[in-house]
C-alpha cells in the first residue's frame, strides 16, 4: 500500500485556478497508476483523470478535458491537478488514488481529500 496526501484546495472565483497535489509515501510510488476522484454535494463520488506510473498515458472525464491537466513528479511522489477555468459545479472534496493497475484504482489506497469551492 501507499499512502496519500492532498493539499492545494481552497476558495476560488469562477474562471480562476488551482494546483491540487497528491504526495504518496514509498519508494515504489512511481510504479503506482495515480487518479484524481471528486465528490461534489449531492453526488456519488466521481472520476476526474488519471495518469500512467512514467506519465505517458492520461485521460481525462468529459466534463474536466481541456481545462484541468494532471501530470507528475516521480521524484518527489507527487501527482498533480492544474485546474484552470474553474466553474462552481466543481466544487467537491477531491481526492487522490493509488493502485497497480487502472482498474484498480476504486480499491487502491486513498487519501484524505482537499475541498475546493468555487463560488459564482
Known amino acids: 500500500q501507499v499512502q496519500l496526501v492532498e493539499s492545494g484546495g481552497g476558495l476560488v472565483q469562477a474562471g480562476g485556478s488551482l494546483r491540487l497535489s497528491c504526495v504518496g509515501s514509498g519508494r515504489t510510488f512511481g510504479s503506482y497508476v495515480v487518479g484524481w476522484f471528486r465528490q461534489r454535494p449531492g453526488s456519488q463520488r466521481e472520476f476526474v483523470a488519471f495518469?500512467?506510473?512514467?506519465?505517458?498515458?492520461?485521460y481525462y472525464e468529459d466534463y474536466v478535458r481541456g481545462r484541468f491537466t494532471i501530470s507528475r513528479d516521480n521524484a518527489k511522489n507527487t501527482v498533480y491537478l492544474q485546474m484552470n477555468s474553474l466553474k462552481p459545479e466543481d466544487t467537491a472534496i477531491y481526492y487522490c488514488?493509488?493502485?497497480?493497475?487502472?482498474?484498480?484504482?476504486?480499491?487502491?489506497?486513498w487519501g484524505q481529500g482537499t475541498q475546493v469551492t468555487v463560488s459564482s
Open positions: 488514488a493509488a493502485d497497480l493497475e487502472v482498474s484498480g484504482l476504486g480499491d487502491g489506497s
Open positions: 495518469i500512467s506510473p512514467n506519465g505517458d498515458r492520461i
